[in-house]
Nanobody, 121 residues
Framework: QVQLVESGGGLVEAGGSLRLSCAAS????????MGWYRQAPGKQRELVAT???????NYADSVKGRFTISRDNAKNTMYLRMNSLRPEDTAVYYC???????????????WGQGTQVTVSS
């Protein structure tokens, strides 16, 4: 069973930075996509950044150049470094691991409980 725990959220002023962490426990299959999603009040959950097990990265247009996704395999932890934060970045941020089939479909997905990021103007 895979468990994910996020940390690092908080209150910051516009232009500030935060680094979110997602600690994973349990076995994670090799064929997977790891990433971050966020959900603001009254809005649907949206993709922020993902990385495949092969190291391929993808970012939402709204965060390109400001956010960086990374992983420390030794610590079994993924990170989201957020710079130049804006009020519109305010949301609950969730980390996820999606286990893929051999043809790219999602076999299983795992989610953390979320961490609140609030950016003041």
């Amino acid at each position: 069973q895979v468990q994910l725990v996020e940390s690092g959220g908080g209150l910051v002023e516009a232009g500030g930075s935060l680094r979110l962490s997602c600690a994973a426990s349990g076995s994670i299959f090799s064929n997977n996509v790891m990433g971050w999603y966020r959900q603001a009040p009254g809005k649907q959950r949206e993709l922020v950044a993902t990385m495949t097990s092969g190291g391929r990265l993808n970012y939402a247009d709204s965060v390109k150049g400001r956010f960086t996704i990374s992983r420390d395999n030794a610590k079994n932890t993924m990170y989201l470094r957020m710079n130049s934060l804006r009020p519109e970045d305010t949301a609950v941020y969730y980390c996820t691991v999606m286990v893929l089939t051999t043809y790219g479909g999602v076999l299983n997905d795992y989610w953390g409980q979320g961490t609140q990021v609030t950016v003041s103007s």
